[in-house]
Nanobody, 127 residues
Framework: QVQLVESGGGLVQPGGSLRLSCAAS????????IGWFRQAPGKEREGVSC????????DYADSVKGRFTISRDNAKSTVYLQMSSLKPEDTAIYYC????????????????????WGQGTQVTVSS
């Protein structure tokens, strides 16, 4: 049974940092792309970052480049999203998702292409 469980969300002040974790189970991580997405109230879901867990290829939304870093620990079947210099506009529910790879290496930020989703974790950036 495929399962993705996010953790690490919370309340942080502007300029602060948080690290989100996505623990995967029920599938081989090397055959999947893991993506982080977020959705703020009244807004559409946005692709934040992704990683090809076999080759380490990554991509980021322009809004988070230079502030967020995605990484993975295949031995622990866990993908992380280190978020720094957080802004109020980063406030959202953050979801991780898994996409079975169709190419030898890939990393996409289109949520419609992902097969499995976690339940989400709330991130609130406020003073």
């Amino acid at each position: 049974q495929v399962q993705l469980v996010e953790s690490g969300g919370g309340l942080v002040q502007p300029g602060g940092s948080l690290r989100l974790s996505c623990a995967a189970s029920g599938f081989g991580l090397n055959d999947y792309v893991i993506g982080w997405f977020r959705q703020a109230p009244g807004k559409e879901r946005e692709g934040v970052s992704c990683v090809d867990t076999r080759y380490g290829i990554t991509d980021y939304a322009d809004s988070v480049k230079g502030r967020f870093t995605i990484s993975r620990d295949n031995a622990k079947s866990t993908v992380y999203l280190q978020m720094s210099s957080l802004k109020p506009e980063d406030t959202a529910i953050y979801y991780c998702a898994a996409k079975r790879k169709l190419l030898p290496s890939e990393c996409v930020l289109f949520g419609s292409q992902y097969d499995y989703w976690g339940q989400g974790t709330q991130v609130t950036v406020s003073s």
